[in-house]
């Protein structure tokens, strides 16, 4: 039997959260360049991990002897996890080995058909649009974040991190009824995105 569960409150859902945190730490990581980003990285890592796992928990439908050991998108062996991820700025070799580690042992008997169809999903491009990323930088430096890079030059940075997890966050939300929060993804029956009170707003002009 499964259990789902929400907020108490019908404007919040910890996937909405999870998902919100990691955009941050995405968007971190592609508009600045002095500032420490070890935590943000070994955030969007593990934050991918859990988002992949739930995923492969709720969309499973296959009988257990089909379940084989993984490493994140591969099957078998021992493999990078996010081979393209090292050309993003200063993801470190041992914060993915870490990652891997971690993907090994949790990932290991999951439902083979599950894995396969999240790594096409992943193949999937990113819904965030330029337009909304545009909109997002705004914002930020409106509340005084220092935005050091173009954002021409930040946008496949920001495009690159966030296809690592779009794909199975949009699908558990959709799954779960999540509250339609701004780059959540679509609900079925469609829903109009609920937009929760920016800071931005009310600070003094």
């Known amino acids: 039997m499964l259990m789902y569960v929400r907020s108490p409150r019908a404007h919040r859902h910890f996937t909405v959260s999870l998902l919100a945190v990691m955009d941050a730490a995405a968007l971190k990581v592609s508009l600045t360049s002095s500032l420490p980003r070890r935590d943000s990285y070994r955030l969007l890592l593990e934050g ?51 990652h891997e580690a971690a993907a090994q ?33 705004e914002v930020l430096r409106c509340s005084g974040f220092p935005i050091e890079r173009n954002p021409d030059e930040a946008w496949p940075t920001f495009k690159e991190a966030r296809s690592r997890y779009e794909f199975p966050a949009y699908a558990i939300m959709r799954r779960l009824s999540a509250v339609p929060a701004p780059w959540t993804g679509g609900r079925t029956p469609a829903t109009s995105a609920i937009w929760p009170t920016l800071a931005v707003d009310l600070l003094p002009k």
């Open 105 to 137: 042992d949790s990932a290991a008997g999951m439902p083979t058909e599950g894995v396969r169809h999240l790594g096409a999903g992943e193949e999937i491009p990113v819904q965030i649009t330029r337009t909304e990323f545009d909109f997002a930088v």
């Open 48 to 98: 991918t991990q859990s988002f992949n796992l739930l995923y492969i928990n709720f969309f499973a439908d296959r009988p257990r002897r089909s379940r084989i050991p993984f490493v994140g998108r591969f099957l078998g062996g021992v493999h990078h996890t996010l081979p393209s991820s090292l050309t993003l700025p200063a993801w470190k070799d041992e914060i993915v080995a870490v």
